[in-house]
């Protein structure tokens, strides 16, 4: 299924791979209801305390979905609705409130943030890049942009979701504006990540998780409301599926990024 689960029980953390290093980390039908799973399982795992959530190879944390599954979900005729199969993807989406830590390699871009936007902090290697390329193609960036404006300056959020393909966050960046809590050497995210939830997992667990409820408390009334409106942004202001393939090959746009 492309989802690989790891336990130590001596620490009490569990990593959690998006393994598909060949196509990016990108994440198919399959696999968004493999961590659906996986999520609701973890809540009757009381010897898994802590959670890494990470991407194989190091080239990329994870690209969204996978355009080809993309393709495959049918929607409904209305603009009001859209069915999106990133939804329950995360943690809190599934009823998890047991801590979860995001260590990143290489890219993490659009629906990456569906992850990135229920964990409770990042961990980066230094070249980790973040962005969203939603716009480029013709797509409104909704879920993402709301996931991520309530970790990041409202500035730096509009600014990586307007600009689109055309400019990436460096890990440096990333952290300077608080969306990573620490900077690693190259390849050493997923290390410090562990350490880090072995630290968290070796507290009583009980008010471990209640601390993590607590925190999501003062910011879940407006991500709520916040979410609810993307889902009529999205099929409201989308192109074609066909427009939107033409942009994906190249044609019509103008190529090329610059990293800050």
Not at 117 to 125: M, N, S, T
Not at 152 to 178: C, D, K, N, Q, W
Request: proline share 5%; hydrophobic share 45%.
């Amino acid at each position: 299924m492309t989802i690989a689960v790891e336990r130590d029980k001596e620490t009490g953390v569990a990593v959690v791979t998006l393994d598909r290093a060949g196509k990016h980390n990108a994440i198919t039908l399959e696999m968004a209801r493999a961590l659906g799973e996986v999520w609701r399982g973890f809540r009757h795992e009381d010897e898994v305390r802590a959670i890494v959530v990470t991407g194989a190879g190091g080239r990329s944390f994870c690209t969204g979905i996978d355009r080809e599954d993309a393709g495959r979900v049918p929607q409904p005729s209305s603009p009001y609705t859209i069915d999106d199969p990133l939804l329950r993807i995360g943690p809190k989406a599934n009823d998890l409130w047991k801590p979860v830590i995001a260590a990143v390699e290489g890219m993490a871009c659009g629906g990456a943030f569906y992850l990135l936007g229920e964990a409770e902090f990042l961990i980066a290697g230094e070249g980790a890049e973040f962005f969203d390329p939603h716009t480029t193609y013709g797509m409104v960036s909704a879920f993402e942009t709301v996931h991520m404006a309530q970790r990041m300056p409202f500035g730096e959020v509009a600014r990586m979701a307007l600009m689109g393909a055309a400019e990436r966050i460096s890990a440096r960046r990333a952290y300077e504006t608080g969306l990573v809590s620490e900077l690693t050497p190259r390849g050493g995210a997923l290390a410090a990540a562990r350490e880090a939830a072995a630290e968290i997992a070796a507290c009583p667990t009980e008010a471990v998780q209640g601390t993590v409820r607590a925190l999501w408390s003062v910011k879940e009334a407006a991500r709520a409301q916040a979410l609810a409106h993307a889902p009529h942004l999205v099929a409201l202001g989308n192109l074609p599926p066909e427009r939107q393939a033409e942009l994906f090959s190249g044609r019509g746009r103008k190529k090329g990024f610059r990293t800050r």
